[in-house]
């Protein structure tokens, strides 16, 4: 019996997601962590801009959406995951940023982790004030030109997480899964909070 790796290692959660509304550093944070954990962080939004850039056909799809600040339809958005999370580097576990977002790719989720014979660990959700959230977007908006990072289009992308991302927190809190994290306070503050929310399991 060894069980040295796992007292040094205060964090064992490894099947996780990370929620929270746009603008809330979800993807700074899946960075940092899933570094921590030996883990691929998987940023559905992430690889749909590498596709978008490609010039894919699955870009080409994906960009019309991601313009408007509407989500992409599910069935394609469930099947690029399914793809991902098949990923020999993805076994061991992973961090899901930006997915799931609606109540049915919560379910296809539910399925994909049932064929890979397990279930999530934790989702850990950042809190944040939405006029922080606009802020935070206008500004990275004009560093990195993303261009679904324009006021208008933010504050439709705030009200589709509301309508349609927000009851799927309701949905893990009934498996008791969600960890709360001030995701207001600095960046380094925040990524401690989470290590420890997980570690307090
Ligand atoms: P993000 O970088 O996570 O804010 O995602 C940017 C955009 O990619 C979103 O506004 C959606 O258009 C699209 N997207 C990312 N993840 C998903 C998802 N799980 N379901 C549908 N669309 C998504």
């Known amino acids: 019996m060894n069980t040295s790796t796992s ?13 929270g509304p746009p603008g809330a550093g979800k993807g700074t944070q899946a ?10 962080a998987i940023s559905t939004g992430d690889i749909f801009r590498a596709n978008v850039s490609g010039e894919t056909e699955l870009g080409v799809l994906a960009k019309s959406y991601m313009d408007k600040g509407e989500y992409v339809p599910d069935s394609v ?7 991902r999370l098949g990923e020999a580097d993805a076994q061991d576990g992973f961090l899901l940023d930006g997915y799931p977002r609606t109540l049915d790719q919560v ?11 397990t279930t999530l660990d934790a989702v850990l959700l950042l809190v944040v004030e939405t006029e922080e959230v606009v802020g935070r977007l206008v500004e990275r908006g ?12 933010i504050r439709h992308r ?32 925040v990524t401690t909070s989470l ?6 399991r």
């Open 158 to 189: 705030l009200e589709v997480y509301s309508e349609q991302t927000a009851p799927l927190i309701d949905v893990y809190e009934k498996r008791d899964l969600v960890r709360r994290v001030d995701g207001m306070a600095a960046i380094d503050d």
């Open 7 to 19: 007292a040094a290692s205060p964090v064992q959660a490894r099947r996780l997601l990370i929620v």
């Open 31 to 40: 960075v940092r962590l899933a570094e921590e954990l030996s883990i691929p």
């Open 77 to 83: 958005t469930n099947d690029m995951v399914r793809s």
């Open 142 to 153: 004009k560093q990195q030109g993303r261009s679904d990072d324009t006021e208008e289009t």
């Open 195 to 200: 290590r420890e929310a997980l570690a307090g």
């Open 107 to 117: 379910e296809a989720l539910d399925g994909m982790l049932t064929e890979l014979g």
